[in-house]
Nanobody, 118 residues
């Protein structure tokens, strides 16, 4: 059974940091492209950061220089290190997995809430 379980969300003050984790089970993690998306109230879900099976990364312009995505294949885990958080980063953050090379299979986690507020 495929599972993606996010953790690490919470309440943080502006300027603070959080690290999100997404642990995967039920498939060969190393062959999947992994991404973090977020969805704020009243807004569409948007891509935050992505990392390929070859560890290439890309980021939304709004988080470049503040967020870092990385993966540890031995732990079946992808992380999102978030620094210098802003109130506009408040959202539910979702982990997403896409199989390679076909893209035939994809999976979503249930999300973890991040709230940036003083």
């Amino acid at each position: 059974q495929v599972q993606l379980v996010e953790s690490g969300g919470g309440l943080v003050q502006p300027g603070g940091s959080l690290r999100l984790s997404c642990v995967l089970s039920g498939f060969t993690f190393s062959s999947y492209h992994m991404s973090w998306y977020r969805q704020a109230p009243g807004k569409e879900r948007e891509l935050v950061a992505a990392i390929t099976s070859a560890h290439s990364t890309n980021y939304a312009d709004s988080v470049k220089g503040r967020f870092t995505i990385y993966r540890e294949n031995a732990k079946n885990t992808v992380y999102l290190q978030m620094n210098r958080l802003k109130p506009e980063d408040t959202a539910v953050y979702y982990c997403y997995a896409l199989s390679t090379p076909s893209g035939r299979y994809d999976y979503w986690g249930r999300g973890t809430q991040v709230t940036v507020s003083s």
